[in-house]
Each structure stands twice: as C-alpha cells, then as structure tokens.
C-alpha cells in the first residue's frame, strides 16, 4: 500500500527554529505559583520536607519491585536524597551566625 506524504511547505518563517524557540520568552504556567515575598529559609524548608516524602514514597515502593525496576527506583531515591542534602546545606548556611 503506498501512503501520500504531504510536500513540507515551500517558505519557513523562521530558518533556524531552535532560535525561534530560544527567542520566545517563556511565560510560567499560573496555576501553581509561589509568593514572591516568601523568604528564601522558607522556600529551602519547603523544599527539604518535600524531598524527604519524595525519598519515602520511592524507598517505600521499591519494597515493592523487583530486578531493574527496584534498582532504577533506588538510583532516583539517591538522586532525591543527594537533592535534600544539598538543600540541607544551604538552611545550614542560612543559620550559621557567618552568613549574618
């Protein structure tokens, strides 16, 4: 069976779409947004509690699975636990009376 294929269209708008892309501002999605007079130890405590049920829920459900499932689980539980420790550091950084 011999399927038609459309002729791509003779005039491109832009001759580098990668830079049409780039050049487009990118406007946030409105649906979930973060108060902007939020301090940044409150931010890092939101964060550091959400990677720390993040970290939960992943070792919880690698219980669960078996072989190379288990094991990619376990490597994103890592990646999620490296992510807290980092935040960690930085409400550590925040509280030490150098940063003051």
């Known amino acids: ?3 038609v294929t459309p002729d791509p269209p003779d005039n491109d708008s ?4 990668a830079l049409h892309i780039m050049a487009t501002p ?3 999605s409105s649906m979930f947004t973060i108060n902007p007079q939020i301090d940044t130890e409150t931010l890092l405590a939101h964060a550091c509690e959400s990677l720390a049920s993040a970290s ?3 070792n919880d459900l690698a219980g669960f699975l ?5 094991n990619t689980l376990l490597g994103i539980a890592q990646v ?3 992510g807290e420790l980092a935040v960690n550091r930085a409400l550590d950084r925040l509280d030490s009376p150098e940063s003051a």
């Open 14 to 17: 832009c001759p580098n779409p």
């Open 80 to 82: 999620i636990m490296l």
């Open 26 to 28: 990118h406007k946030p």
């Open 56 to 58: 939960v829920m992943a």
């Open 1 to 3: 069976m011999f399927k």
């Open 66 to 70: 078996e072989g190379t499932h288990r």
